[in-house]
């Protein structure tokens, strides 16, 4: 694709990265039959190639872009099933970053719109004060038909139960059983913490039992993707920065071996700090290594391996397993969960359409509620066509986002870690005891 940036334009880095990105379109229109929006609108200008174009007219003229472009930017899951797709390798993750970036600094968004974008990055972001909303919902869910049509969808996605703070968030240092193969640095993450803490607790208990001694970092704590993706770039920054420290203290004290994430969006944002802080000059070096560092939880269950297994009252379970676009797509890794079950003897069962985002990406389900429904109502189909008794997921706003149709939705670390000599998780204990409470009786940490 020909661009016309000027060369003075060309001296920002992000538009001169982004004209890289824009020259290597041939418009070819194969990402287009990808796209889940383009799928659902059958609107050029809502799938990735028409979305090219937008991008391609508004950073070129620079200043406000025109209120069509923002709605089909805003539009975007950014579920990067076009970078899949795409055979000429066009990083559309960037440019579109860009362009949110672009938008949020130079587009004026109505009132209420602007304080729900502000609210959803600060709350989200910040477990006490996502616990206190969801406790607050729960208060309103009754009177939901009194208030503003925008905040339905966040009251939907209220979860019935919300667990107190789990003990494995805390800084500690959780210690390998046996010897110790592996140092890792574990995400604590943000609104996961809150909405599922059995998925942290789970992932503690497997990777130490396969040898691995897990650190929580004293100030590690949210990624910045949620900022990131609402286009607050210096909110989301100031986060990536403090993980870095965090972890740069964490690995000259003992090393390192990796950092883990177990929630796909988080671990597609840790692999993306190197580029964005290439051009802090504080920053660029220790953000590539910590870059080069980051793992999916299911790359280092992968390299530590699972012990040979014998029985359990798991084996032969149906599960489908919903490959996460941030998984499959942001970090491409589509086999290692799957193999991963089924070696743990569960019967690993693919979902129809699995390329289609489920309606989550982030904040999408609750800023574009429509489109995220009748993706959420697709998947749930294509799931229940399976006829598994569950599904495992890799990403906590896909398993929030698909929670509630009785089919139990749990994360994929949560299954592994009941095969091999955890507790059953809650969804599939039918009254049991929860695993999450389970979990704190263990003394599976060290207090640093
Ligand atoms: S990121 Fe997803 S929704 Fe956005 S253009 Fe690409 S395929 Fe379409
Ligand atoms: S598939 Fe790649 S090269 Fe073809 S139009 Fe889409 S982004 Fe451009």
């Known amino acids: 694709m020909q661009t016309e940036f000027t060369l003075a334009q060309l001296t920002d880095p992000d538009i001169a990265a982004s004209e890289k990105i824009l020259r290597a379109c041939v418009h070819c229109g194969f990402c287009t039959a990808t796209c889940p929006t383009y799928l659902l609108l059958g609107d050029e200008l809502d799938g990735p190639r028409g979305r090219i174009y937008l991008l391609k007219n508004m950073l070129e003229q620079g200043g406000p872009p025109a209120p069509e472009t923002v709605t089909h930017i805003d539009r975007c899951l950014s579920c990067l099933a076009c970078m899949t797709t795409c055979p000429s390798g066009v990083h559309y993750m960037h440019l579109v970053d860009h362009g949110r970036r672009h938008i949020a600094a130079h587009y004026r968004r109505p009132w209420p719109e602007r304080q729900l974008r502000r609210w959803l990055g600060r709350v989200l972001s910040h477990p006490p004060s996502l616990r206190r909303a969801l406790r607050m919902a729960r208060l309103a869910k009754p009177f ?150 980051a793992r999916d939880v299911s790359e280092v269950v992968a390299e530590l391996g699972l012990p040979q297994l014998a029985g359990g009252t798991h084996r032969g379970r149906r599960v489908a397993y919903h490959s996460a676009c941030s998984l499959q797509h942001g970090q491409k890794i589509e086999r290692e969960p799957k193999a991963l079950l089924a070696a743990a003897g569960f019967h690993v069962v693919d979902v129809p359409e699995g390329h289609l985002c489920c309606g989550s990406a982030g904040t999408y389900n609750l800023l574009q509620p429509e489109l995220a429904a009748r993706l959420r109502e697709r998947k749930l189909a294509n799931l229940a066509a399976t006829g598994a008794a569950v599904v495992a997921a890799g990403n906590i706003g896909c398993i929030a986002q698909l929670a509630g149709s009785g089919q139990p939705v749990v994360h994929t670390v949560e299954l592994l870690d009941w095969a091999t000599g955890g507790p059953r998780p809650r969804e599939l204990s039918g009254g049991a005891a929860p695993a999450a409470e389970t979990a704190r009786k263990e003394p599976v940490q060290r207090g640093r």
């Open 144 to 293: 939901a038909g009194l208030l503003p049509a925008r905040l339905q969808p966040a009251l939907a996605l209220a979860p019935q139960r919300i667990a107190p703070p789990s003990p494995v968030d805390r800084p500690h240092v959780f210690p390998a059983a046996g010897e110790r193969r592996r140092r890792v640095a574990l995400l604590p993450g943000c609104a996961q913490q809150v909405l599922a803490p059995a998925i942290n607790e789970a992932t503690v208990r497997l990777l130490n039992r396969l040898g691995a001694e897990v650190v929580v970092a004293p100030e590690s704590g949210c990624c910045g993707a949620l900022e990131h993706h609402l286009g607050s770039e210096a909110a989301a920054l100031a986060r990536a920065r403090a993980n870095i420290d965090a972890w740069e203290r964490a690995r000259l004290e003992g090393g390192l071996d990796a950092v883990v994430a177990n929630a796909s969006g988080c671990g597609t944002m840790l692999k993306d700090y190197g580029f964005l802080l290439r051009t802090d000059a504080a920053y660029a070096d220790k953000a590539a290594l910590i870059a080069g560092l």
